[in-house]
């Protein structure tokens, strides 16, 4: 018998742990994604859909993936081999360690902008721009060779040094000081956006919903995204989950990581759109709406480029905080599967995925023709974590938890040392039945099935 809670390394306190999971959930994907999408897809009518897709599938399934890791004391792979052997389940972890390595290559990628962009609005590059400058300035920048590999490999040495410090001291430490950070970060940047002449209409953006945008294509655009936010499918809260205290309520956790990670995302919102309608720019400007809308916000404004700085800043520490869950999985699998030191694994994890990252910057520029399937090399990153690797892996664990696990077996883990869980009966249905049919249809519209 082994006996892994004397062994492992745990969060130490129910602060760390919120701090730890929130700060894996909020991170680009808040700030830079749902800003974004919310745009394209027409504003508070997304929103709500949203907001719907989180309750029924991310609750449960960050649920499902707490207790995975809680009950087994292992990592995303070991966790299905120790619950479930002798049975193909642990290919459901397999899933997870793919998409830990496609998703921080690419994500190690746009983290090292928002640094390159922390410096630009320092330096005042903004000033006097036009906004087809500001914009050329931002393709100058990501199809270079050099700076942005640069920034990558920085932002990856610093995502492995917090992590090569382990849970307690590495993670939930620097965890602790940087959420709070980002919460007066982004209050300050709201407090600004609300304040500016004409931010109701930015505000009526988000929060007016217009039914007639609402298309199956933006349903499934804001399931998509529930996965990517909450950091789910891939196995990041089983391996978090696993660092839990038995005495902890898991679905008091979730819940409160949940709710944390949509209010900062609308807290986004507010900082952004009130200012993009109060310029007259377009909301609709996909992917470049915080690198270029933005600059060119904050020019207008006065001490803009303080703001500026700010707003990067706060991209910059919500990416670190998402990044080092994601390497976490893979180094939590090295370290007690095969068996290596902390130190090595953390090392080997970080430069196979900053290798791969650099060709996702390169795909940008230099290897922009080399196209895979129609895309860049960081497009078929994108498009293979969101449409294949998150779905499916979210899939099998909800099958896993709502099917193959015994009832019993999940009550006893949600209930341990007396914990009460009055959300039992509503989230076996979750798991058993809505999440996974709602997660198979995202799963065939990405694959071009539906
Ligand atoms: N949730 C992170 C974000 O919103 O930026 C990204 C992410 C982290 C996705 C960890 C998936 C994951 F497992």
Known sequence: MDKPSLQR???????????????????????????????????????????????????????????????????????????????????????????????????????????????????????????????????????????????????????????????????????????????????ILDIRAITLPGAEKGLAFLFKPDWSKITGEAILAALGHAFFSLSLGMGTMITYGSYIHKKENLGETAVQVTLADTFIALLAGVAIFPAVFAFGIEPGAGPSLVFITLPNVFQHMPYGHIFGVLFFILLAVAALTSSISILEVVVAYFVEDLKMSRKKATLIAALIITVIGVFCSLSNGPLAEAKILGLTFMDLLMWLSDNLLLPLGGLFITLFVGWYMKKSSVAEELRSEGVKAGYFEPFIFLTKFVAPILIALVFLKGIGLL
Do not use: H
Request: hydrophobic letters at 55%.
């Open 9 to 187: 390394d745990s969060f130490g306190s129910r602060f760390g742990v919120i701090a730890a999971a929130a700060g894996s959930a909020i991170g680009l994907g808040n700030i830079w994604k749902f800003p974004y999408i919310t745009g394209v897809y027409g504003g508070a009518a997304f929103i709500v859909v949203y907001l719907i897709c989180i309750a029924l599938i991310g609750f449960p399934l960050m649920l499902s993936e707490f207790l995975v890791g809680r009950k087994s004391q292992k990592n995303a792979i070991g966790a299905f081999k120790k619950l479930a052997p002798g049975t193909p389940w642990y290919l459901t972890g397999w899933i997870g360690m793919a998409a830990a390595f496609v998703v921080l290559s690419f994500y190690g990628v746009v983290a090292g902008w928002c640094m390159e962009y922390i410096v630009k609005a320092a330096a005042n590059a903004f000033a006097g721009q036009s906004p087809g400058q500001i914009g050329g300035m931002f393709g100058a920048f990501i199809s270079s060779a050099a700076k942005p590999v640069l920034w990558q490999i920085a932002f990856m040495g610093l995502t492995a040094w917090i992590v090569v410090a382990g849970i307690k001291d590495g993670i939930e430490k620097y965890s602790k000081v940087l959420m709070p950070l980002l919460l007066v970060l982004i209050i």
